[in-house]
């Protein structure tokens, strides 16, 4: 019934194509995926968003073999670029991205980037975005994700050792392989990884002398080289790991990690290619969600599916305020201008967007590079499982010599840059950006946490480049709809660089990577500088570059923030929706604000506590359980029949 005729003959046509291993797999897979093309009336729990958090939450959720979930996925099961998303240098050869499995998003037109469309790729295919991503595996600071606990109101459940424990209990860790460790210098405490969990994390196994020379060339100018940057303390300078199945070199990621690897689950239904319209409420008065209702196109019937027990909204930074905007959550006065009938007014909804910007510097090089070696024709399975991995991550300190000058620079700037900073002035929205001003400023600032990370980029054919990217942007942007139909997309406003210490410290992080291009050991490599170049030197030249060459790294978030209501918050500490009942969202659009770090393993980390909490809320149904009688983090060690993984 969900699988036509035509389907079905493109899947088989496409698997001829592809390998006998391919094929078989994606057989099996096919018919855990269509779940023999039938889709029950009513399920325990529908989640929306078959992606990096979605398959981990039903996979977790499923091990009660009690409950029944259904994952309804926009996208296909990816088979036939299958491949490509294995493969882990394919992720800058041969992308997935501008495929059918990229939702292909651009970001409104901005005056402070020259007027520039930004392409905005997310995953659209089992797995998401975790299929596309380029695999750096990266954890936030102690710091920032204990300020999160706080500003939520629950340290116990959103602090540095809950998420911690969610990010290992995601993880399985091997060491490197020793000529790459010593070659790429890899540092690592294997106590601060996973040791049995879904995701696999390790190194590529073909390393590069500039990882090295990056790592000696930061010691040379004064940036500590971390020894276990995974244990709170991200900063400084390291080669960092991958999420890559040593086994075979493959891409680690939700499908392969919580899904493929499960045993046929009689409970566990994923339906592909079908698009959730809108989430399904008792009535225009009692926001409690009863289901939601999905189509396999833009023009074919509009079908139903219930939720006995809840609706758990994972369909990421972007999906998940589009859907809550187009059922009538979200701030009245954006509703109404597109036609939606209000159910829940939220202003929080869409706002507080921040992403982490990029720009870089670029040399020539004397040595072979990931992308030399790519266009000569190299083919190991070694050399085809490298993907990118030297980071830095430096502090205020560091970049303005000074870190308290900044930040009263900073902390004056907060009255003046509120009207172009924050794109609402709804009073509650305000409040809340005014509390993560002060985070930034009063907590993060002054601390070792780093304001912008460095990353050498190995994929130039005759060029290496070390890119900048802001981690804790004071500008904040929107994600909103003109539209009633989810098949029209939803408008990203992200308002880069509206706040002027955003330039500043993008700025200061790029005249850094400069300087380590003519340091030792870096400079017996690099060449001349290729971009921006010597016509760039005065900070207006660099801030008039900056305009016309800012772009994303690919991180955003904070879109259904978890926050206090009174101050824009979409979601509680929970998880639940605010004005609603039943109605979770568990994926990476719940950070309060950015973290030092890409957010793919934070993603993890929300993706297992949220499964801890939407199973102990049906749990204590039955049994309630007395607070303060137990810690939160008992609930990893006690969830029922918690089999495997
Ligand atoms: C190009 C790129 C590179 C990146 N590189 C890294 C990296 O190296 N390391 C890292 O840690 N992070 C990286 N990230 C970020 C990281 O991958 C994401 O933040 C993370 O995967 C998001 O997970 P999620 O569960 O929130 O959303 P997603 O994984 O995007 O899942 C959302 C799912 O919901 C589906 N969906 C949306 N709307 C609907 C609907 N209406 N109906 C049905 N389904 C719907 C989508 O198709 C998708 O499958 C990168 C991101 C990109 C785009
Ligand atoms: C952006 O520039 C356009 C002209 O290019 C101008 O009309 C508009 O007012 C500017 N907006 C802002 C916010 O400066
Ligand atoms: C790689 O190995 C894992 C098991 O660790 C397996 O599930 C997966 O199918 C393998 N991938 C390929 C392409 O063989
Ligand atoms: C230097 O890099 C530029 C830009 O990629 C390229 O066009 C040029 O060929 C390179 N020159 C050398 C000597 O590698
Ligand atoms: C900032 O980073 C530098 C370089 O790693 C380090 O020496 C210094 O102690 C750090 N400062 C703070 C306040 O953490
Ligand atoms: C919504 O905004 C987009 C981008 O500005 C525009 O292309 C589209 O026509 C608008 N749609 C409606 C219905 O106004
Ligand atoms: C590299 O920089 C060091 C100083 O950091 C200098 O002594 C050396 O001569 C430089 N080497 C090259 C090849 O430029
Ligand atoms: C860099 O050097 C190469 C070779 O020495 C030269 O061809 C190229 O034009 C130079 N590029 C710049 C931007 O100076």
Known sequence: MWLSTTTALVLVLASIQLNTCYAQQSQELERRFSVDGAVAEAYDYVVVG??????????????????????????????????????????????????????????????????????????????????MNAMYMVRPSQLEVDAWGKVAGDSNRWGWNSLLAGMKKS???????????????????????????????????????QYGQFLDAMNNVGIWNNPDAMSGKNWGAWTTGTFINPANWTRSYSRTGYIDVLPQRANLNIITSSTVTKILFRSDSDSTATGVEFARGKDAARQTVKANREVILSSGAIGT?????????????????????????LPGVGQHLQDHITNSVTWNTTVDTAGSLFKSGTKSAEF??????????????????DAATFQKQVADQYTSSLS?????????????????????????????????????????????????????????????????????????QPNYLAHPADIVMLREGLKLARRLGSTSP???????????????????????????????????????????????????????????????VVDGSVFPFLFS??????????????????????????????????SWLDLFHGLPSSKGQ
């Open 420 to 492: 172009t900073a924050l794109l609402s002035q709804d009073p509650t929205v305000v409040e809340g950006y005014k509390t993560r001003y002060d985070v930034i400023s009063k907590q993060i600032i002054p601390s070792e946490v780093g304001l912008v990370e460095l990353l050498i980029n190995l994929m130039g054919e005759t060029t290496t480049s070390i890119g900048v990217a802001l981690q804790h942007p004071l500008s904040q942007g929107r994600v909103y709809i003109n539209s009633s139909s989810v098949f029209d997309p939803p408008l990203i």
């Open 321 to 345: 305020p589009h859907l809550l905007l187009l059922s009538g959550i979200g701030p009245k006065d954006v509703l109404t201008a597109a036609g939606v009938k209000v159910q829940v007014d």
């Open 384 to 401: 085809l499982a490298h993907v990118n991995s030297g980071v830095a991550y430096i502090n205020a300190t560091y970049l303005f010599g």
């Open 522 to 584: 870096f400079n017996t490599t690099l060449r001349n500088e290729t971009s921006p170049g010597s016509n760039v030197q005065s900070d207006e030249d660099w801030d008039k570059w900056i305009a016309a060459t800012t772009w994303t790294q690919f991180h955003p978030g904070c879109t259904a923030a978890m926050f206090p209501k009174n101050q824009g918050g979409v979601v509680d500490t929970s998880l639940k929706v605010y004005g609603t009942n039943k109605l979770r």
């Open 171 to 209: 993880e399985t860790f091997t060491p490197p392989q020793d000529d790459v460790k010593n070659i790429a210098k890899i540092q690592f405490d294997a106590s601060s990884h996973g040791t049995n969990g879904p995701i696999h994390t390790s190194y590529p196994p073909f390393g590069f002398v």
């Open 50 to 131: 078959g992606g990096q958090s979605g398959l981990a939450v039903a996979s977790r959720l499923t091990e009660d073999s009690s409950v029944s979930v259904l994952v309804i996925e926009a996208g296909d099961n990816g088979d036939a670029l299958r491949k490509d998303i294995d493969t882990p240098s394919s992720t800058y050869f041969k992308p997935i991205t501008g495929t059918n499995n990229d939702w292909q998003y651009q970001t409104l037109p901005e005056n402070n980037t020259n007027n520039r469309i930004v392409w905005w790729p997310r995953g659209k295919v089992v797995g998401g975005t975790s299929a």
């Open 597 to 630: 770090t890409h957010l793919g393993a934070p993603t993890y980390g929300v993706a297992e506590i949220g499964s801890t909490i939407v199973a102990s809320a049906k749990n204590s149904a039955v049994s309630s359980i007395p607070k303060g009688s137990w």
